[in-house]
């Protein structure tokens, strides 16, 4: 019997689940990289960064091409990097949110506050 699909969606979130994984993804979303720059620009070791190239690698979701001694990486479609964009927007959305509820917070600890003084 087939997978079904939302358990299927839920592997391919925990596969996604890392943060490095998601920095390399976000860096190929600007375009082709190569292992030197994304080792630069994720400030993680070689062989770590390996591990989780690898991951994506066999998931599908990125593709790697060597001339000479030289691998580049990039996203094996668009959708990956609208799913990162996609992200992006609704975690600045639930951010927003929070800042203001904590915003409502401190003024209504302040009114409480300045009324406590009153008292």
């Known amino acids: 019997m087939a997978m079904p699909l939302y358990q ?24 082709p990289k190569q292992v030197r720059d994304l080792l630069a620009d994720t400030g993680v070791e070689a062989s770590s960064l390996s591990q989780q190239l690898a991951v994506l690698r066999r998931a599908g979701i990125v593709t790697s091409t060597r001339e000479g001694t030289a691998v580049t990486y990039a996203l094996a479609g668009p959708d990956v990097a609208d799913l990162m964009l996609a992200a ?13 509820l904590l915003d409502e917070l401190r003024e ?4 409480t506050d ?6």
């Open 8 to 31: 299927a969606k839920a592997e391919f979130f925990r596969m996604l689940g890392h943060p490095v994984r998601i920095r390399v993804l976000e860096l190929l979303g600007e375009g």
């Open 108 to 111: 209504t600890t302040r009114e």
């Open 88 to 100: 992006r927007r609704i975690l600045t959305e639930m951010l927003a949110g929070q800042a203001e």
């Open 114 to 119: 300045t009324a406590a003084t009153r008292t």
